[in-house]
Each structure stands twice: as structure tokens, then as C-alpha cells.
């Protein structure tokens, strides 16, 4: 849970520091509009090398974002990179279809300094080492144009970047225009409202060389009268934490209702705060008028693997038999379209399903808001999950060999179209044991029963199928490499239902990179990860029950 703390106090006036955005690497210049293209419809089925330094895999793997999961960086750009990455190519691409200028000629905010040495080392250890709430801050509105219609812009950026060479700043030119593709992915379909209800929803933007950044969106309609365009507060961070992010966007609409100008103090506060780790908590001083400082309390929640997702969305649009057959299409990798009017729907079923495959991560193409200008995305021939807004759902679903899953309200079924295996495809014993664990929830499960419940119907799923991994990884050393014995693996399966899933299982990439990164971790890691403590807790417990009878 996010737990959001007030207190009033007075302090003198302070000035405030941050560090500097990382840059990105600098694409070839000679890759063309095709490039998008090429890379986006190609063939993603060849492994992806894993780096040397596996200190820190099992945190990487668990870091989930629109997908978002962080994979290993491959050395080779002919090489697999994942269906997301090649999507990220739209980026050297994006100039072509876009050529406005949506940055403002708004005031900068005054010139800030980098944190200096004494101050990053007084960083506590609850604290994530060098790791902030966000890069920066943008405030995207649909803007009237010439033709009539209306171009979402960017009109505000926080922090400005100065002192970057000219590829960089071409390169952040085409990310911020990027965004205004994700903050109003219905394009110029836009005009004046008076009524508007806001909503939260996220994504990720991945760079040519896989570098993933998260996107936080909350549209709102700002107070005024009359008829006006909403506005889009967009926070791009490394960290993929939905729900505390949310609750920042909570404190930015608090602020706009008083006036524009007061949310960037509170950013600025923001900014210069370190990220918490998991179970600890960060306070971040805010001034508003006549209600003096105010210091505002964010905890992180212990589960960080879950804390990207809300399940509560997932389990209000879908049956438990329905969520299961949606796992069941994403385990084995195939081609799945999200259809929905709202776009936090689109978002939070999409974490969602992508986190029911823990201990294993999505390695395709994930987009949870596909912009209208993007549609054509839906034609990759490579697994995708994708989210769709419902107006756009005829250009969507007409494709073969998919499963397209309406989450709309008053729907007529849920399956628009569908493989027609989905109900076959898990161990029937297994299956119906996920649905019996699911009976522990009930409509009025709270978010922290349904992190309980959830993860406890599904990991025992993979801990029955393939938690003897480990006894088949070979190693002729202490620090040599492991080797996994993939046939005796399958063929120790006693189980004939279990055997002919494991055996299409072990050819998805999700299987195929998580044993990767167990053959090239060292030996002293092995059974210290929080899969492989389930796993000995489930084979302690079965030996238990062997003695008793």
C-alpha cells in the first residue's frame, strides 16, 4: 500500500538540487523511415545474449513497466533484441511523422546545479543508490492548429536540459514528441470539453538500444469556464511503480485546482528526492499558500515486484475461468489484443496479466495504449500484448491467429476472436486447482488480499511444471557455467497432460531467457532467489505429507 502522510510545519526558504537526465546512445542517421518498419515486422525468435555482470539479474527481470520489464542488453544490433525493443525504433523514426514542435517557449525554471559528492553519499541506505523519482515532468494539451483541428503539444518541461551537444538534443526532441503520442493516443480526435473525469494510466517508452523508461499519464480537465482541452501531466522515470506514482498525481490535481504554478515546487521537491526502497518511506516538502509546508509521506510497499500492478481492474473485467485462459494464450507467447474505452483499463489489465507470469517475464512486444498512429502494429507476425481503444477495435481484430479480449462494460462476449484451445492449454488438475485458489477472493477483496491471493493461485502453477529445473542444471565447477539438460527435465515429468505443456513451454523465450540467466549466474546464488525458496518450501511440504502416509 501507498500511504501518503500530511504534516504542516514552517521552514525558511531553500533552494533545491537534481541530478542530470542519462543520455541515450546515438542512433545511425542513415537508417531511414524504414528502419521503424523493418525492425518492428521482423523476426524475433533468436536468443538474446546475456551480459557478464549477473549481480543483479533477478531484480532486473522482476522491474516490470508497460510492460515493462528490464532484459539484458544485446551486443549484437543483427542479433534478437525483443519485439519491444525493435518497436522502440520508432523513435529515429518519429521526425517523419510528426514534424511540429511541441515544446514550449514558456519561462525555464532557474538554472540547477548536480548534486554534489558529499550530498549523493549522505544518501541513506533505505534509499535506492542513485536512483530518483523521475527524470522530468511535461505538460501536453491539445492545441487548435491551422487545418481546425486539435495536435496535443507539449506546452510545459521540467527540468529544461541545457549544456547537451546537438545529437542529444535531437534525440530528447523526438522522446518528448513521442510523448504526446502516449498522453492522447487518439490523435487530433480532440475539442473543447466542459466535462471531464481524470484518469491515470501508464507506458513505456524503449530506446534503439533497450533502455526502457516508464511513462506516468494523469489527464484532467483543468478548472476554468466554458469549453476547454484537457491536459496530460506526464512523468517519465526509470522505476516502474504505478501505485506511488499515482498517488503523486493525487498531489499534482491538488495543486493545479489552486494554480499551475504550484505543482513544480512540489516537483522540484520531488526531483530532488532519492527513490525509497522497498517498505521504507521518503518525505517530500511542499509550500502552499496559506496552508504553509507541508511534508508528504510516500511508502513504497514491501512486495516492489507487485507494486506496478492492480489486479483489482484485471478481476472486475474478467471471470476468473476468463483471466485463466488470457494466462493460459500468454504463457505460450501468442498474439493478444486488449480492447477498452478507458485507457487506465487498457494499462492495469495489461501489468496485470504480464505479472501472473512470475517467476517468468514477457519477452515481446507489450504497448498498453497503442496510439492511433501506430495501429499498424497489430500486424507484426511475433507475439504482442497490446492494449486498443475500443473505437479502434475494427482495425485491430482483423487478423488471424489471436486472441482479442473486449474489457468494455456491457459487452456482448469477451473473446472477439480466439485460437478456439485456449480452454486446453494448462494441465486440467492444474488449471482447476488456480481456480480453486482464485476462490479466496470475492468482489470486495481489497488490493492487498488480491496481492495475497493472486501470486499464491498462480505461482504453485509454475512451481508444479517446471520447479524441478535446478535439479538439472549441470555444472562442472563452482564458478563454471551451467548447463541445462533440457530432454531429462521434460522427460522426468510424470504426468502426461504435464509433460506435453512443459514441452511447448520450454520453447517460448520467457523460459529460454530465465534459465539462460540461471547457467550464467554463479554457483553461490543458486536456490537463494524467492522462486527457488517456494520451490523448497512446496518439496518440503510434499515430503511431509509422503511421511504421513
Not at 555482470?53 to 542488453?73: F, M, V
Not at 525493443?85 to 514534424?99: A, M
Request: positive net charge.
Amino acid at each position: 500500500m501507498i500511504t501518503v502522510r500530511r504534516n504542516i510545519m514552517t521552514s525558511p526558504r531553500r533552494t533545491w538540487n537534481f541530478s542530470s537526465m542519462r543520455s541515450r546512445t546515438r542512433p545511425s542517421q542513415d537508417e531511414g523511415e524504414n528502419y521503424f518498419r523493418r525492425r518492428l515486422f521482423s523476426s524475433f525468435r533468436e536468443r538474446s545474449k546475456i551480459p557478464e555482470d549477473h549481480s543483479s539479474d533477478i531484480d532486473k527481470r522482476r522491474a516490470l513497466s508497460d510492460g515493462g520489464t528490464e532484459t539484458s542488453k544485446v551486443e549484437d544490433e543483427d542479433r534478437e533484441m525483443g519485439a519491444m525493443k525493435r518497436f522502440s525504433t520508432f523513435f529515429s523514426s518519429f521526425r517523419g511523422k510528426n514534424s511540429k514542435d511541441g515544446v514550449s517557449n514558456e519561462p525555464d525554471q532557474p538554472v540547477s546545479t548536480e548534486l554534489s559528492l558529499v550530498e549523493e553519499k549522505s544518501k541513506e541506505q533505505r534509499y535506492n543508490s542513485g536512483q530518483f523519482f523521475f527524470e522530468y515532468l511535461v505538460v501536453v494539451r491539445p492545441k487548435k492548429t491551422k487545418d481546425e483541428t486539435y495536435e496535443p503539444q507539449i506546452i510545459y518541461q521540467f527540468p529544461k536540459k541545457d549544456g547537451m551537444v546537438r545529437f542529444q538534443k535531437e534525440e530528447e526532441e523526438k522522446t518528448l514528441k513521442a510523448l504526446t503520442l502516449f498522453c492522447f493516443p487518439e490523435g487530433v480526435n480532440w475539442a473543447p470539453l466542459t466535462e471531464y473525469r481524470s484518469e491515470t494510466f501508464s507506458f513505456v517508452l524503449t530506446d534503439v538500444d533497450g533502455t526502457r523508461k516508464n511513462g506516468y499519464c494523469r489527464r484532467l480537465l483543468p478548472d476554468g469556464k466554458g469549453a476547454r482541452p484537457p491536459e496530460a501531466y506526464c512523468v517519465i522515470s526509470n522505476l516502474a511503480c504505478f501505485g506511488l506514482f499515482s498517488k503523486i498525481f493525487d498531489e499534482v490535481e491538488q495543486r493545479r485546482k489552486i494554480s499551475m504554478a504550484m505543482i513544480y515546487p512540489f516537483m522540484l521537491s520531488l526531483r530532488e528526492a532519492a527513490f525509497p526502497a522497498p517498505g521504507h518511506t521518503v518525505n517530500i516538502k511542499s509550500f502552499i499558500p496559506e496552508r504553509g509546508t507541508e511534508i508528504i509521506s510516500l511508502t513504497r510497499p514491501t512486495d516492489s515486484w507487485l507494486e506496478h500492478v492492480d489486479f483489482r481492474t484485471l478481476f472486475s473485467c474478467l471471470s476468473d475461468e476468463e483471466v485463466i485462459q488470457v494466462f493460459a494464450a500468454t504463457v505460450l507467447e501468442r498474439r493478444i489484443i486488449f480492447i477498452a474505452e478507458e485507457l487506465g483499463t487498457l494499462s492495469q489489465v495489461i501489468h496485470a496479466v504480464a505479472v501472473l507470469l512470475y517467476p517468468f517475464i514477457w519477452q515481446h512486444t507489450l504497448i498498453s495504449i497503442v496510439p492511433e498512429i501506430l495501429i499498424d502494429v497489430v500486424m507484426a507476425p511475433t507475439p504482442y500484448l497490446l492494449g486498443v481503444q475500443k473505437r479502434l477495435a475494427d482495425q485491430a481484430t482483423d487478423q488471424t491467429d489471436l486472441l482479442v479480449v473486449d474489457l468494455s462494460e456491457g459487452r456482448k462476449e469477451t473473446f472477439i476472436k480466439r485460437m478456439g484451445d485456449e480452454d486446453t492449454i494448462l494441465p486440467h488438475k492444474l488449471k482447476d486447482e488456480i481456480k480453486q485458489a482464485l476462490g479466496a477472493k470475492n468482489e470486495k477483496s481489497s488490493l492487498e488480499e488480491l496481492n495475497r491471493v493472486v501470486p499464491e493461485a498462480f505461482l504453485p502453477f509454475f512451481i508444479k511444471t517446471v520447479g524441478h529445473f535446478s535439479k538439472y542444471m549441470v555444472r562442472n565447477g563452482q564458478d563454471k557455467q551451467g548447463e541445462f539438460q533440457r530432454k531429462s527435465f521434460c522427460k522426468a515429468i510424470e504426468s502426461k497432460s504435464t509433460r506435453r505443456f512443459v514441452k511447448k513451454f520450454v520453447q517460448t523465450q520467457m523460459f529460454d531467457l530465465f534459465i539462460q540467466e540461471v547457467e550464467q549466474r554463479p554457483a553461490s546464488q543458486d536456490g537463494t532467489g524467492f522462486f527457488e525458496r517456494k520451490i523448497a518450501e512446496y518439496q518440503k511440504k510434499m515430503r511431509e505429507k509422503a511421511k504421513k502416509h
